[in-house]
């Protein structure tokens, strides 16, 4: 089955700085890649997500870019604001909607 | 909010009991899936309901069971409970089966087993 591994697992940065989160999955069929943002005692909120034939999305101070052929993806976050402060989850789903999820980044952003 | 309503919000239990806990999708959403998230860990595939069939399981056992109503909200039972069985249940829901679409999640069923 898919195995989604996810780094690093904390991430702080300084206000205004960049944020870059990395993932990578193991099943060549997986082809949506979310991203869910989880602040403490809340349910994951989905952020932004890519699908097998784009190889980058962005929205705002959010983008997300693939690489099918390394099969790994990865989320960036400009200039970051405290509120940004969460814990984030990169998942990848395949054909049959069987979605697995990384372990998670808790990023600090310090003002 | 995203619609995704999950009962009860908290539940304790004690080892060996069993447990229901309810999902009402979004209005519009026929696809629900369950997950089980650890404390500090990213949220477990349990299984997927399309139109009130299981359509995909995790790696989860079978006192790990669900069903979907024809309006599509959904029920996950656990038999048995063991102490691992503690954490926080999510359901999410979306609106087609097949088609890689978003899922927007409830805000869980934190369940403690004692």
């Known amino acids: 089955g898919e195995n989604v591994e996810q780094h690093p697992s904390t991430l702080s940065v300084q206000e205004g700085d960049s944020a870059v989160i990395k993932c990578t999955y193991s099943?060549?069929?997986?082809?949506?890649f979310p991203w869910y943002k989880q602040e403490l005692g809340k349910r994951p909120q989905l952020i932004i997500d890519?699908?097998?034939?784009?190889g980058e999305k962005k929205d705002q101070r959010i983008a997300v870019t693939l690489n099918k052929t390394a099969k790994h993806f990865s989320l960036h976050i400009t200039e970051t604001q405290p509120e940004d402060s969460a814990v984030y989850f990169c998942?990848?789903?395949?054909?049959?909607?069987?979605?697995?999820f990384g372990a998670g980044t808790r990023l600090t952003v310090k003002p | 909010e995203t619609g995704v309503t999950q009962s009860p919000t908290h539940l304790i239990k004690t080892r060996g009991q069993q447990v229901t806990l309810r999902c009402s999708s979004q209005?519009?959403?026929?696809?629900v899936s369950w997950y089980q998230q650890a404390l500090g860990q990213g949220p477990q595939f349990i299984f997927q309901?399309?139109?009130?069939?299981?359509?995909g399981r995790g790696n989860f056992p079978p006192r790990f069971s669900g069903l979907q109503f024809p309006n599509y909200s959904s029920e996950l039972n656990v038999n048995a409970l063991e102490l691992d069985d503690s954490a926080l249940y999510l359901c999410?829901?979306?609106?087609?089966?097949?088609?890689?679409?978003?899922?927007?999640f409830g805000q869980g069923t934190r369940l403690t087993v004692v």
């Open positions: 209005s519009g959403h026929n696809t």
């Open positions: 999410a829901s979306s609106p087609k089966q097949g088609l890689n679409t978003e899922a927007f």
């Open positions: 099943d060549s069929a997986s082809n949506y």
């Open positions: 890519i699908r097998s034939n784009v």
């Open positions: 309901y399309y139109r009130e069939e299981e359509n």
């Open positions: 998942a990848a789903m395949d054909w049959n909607n069987d979605m697995r």
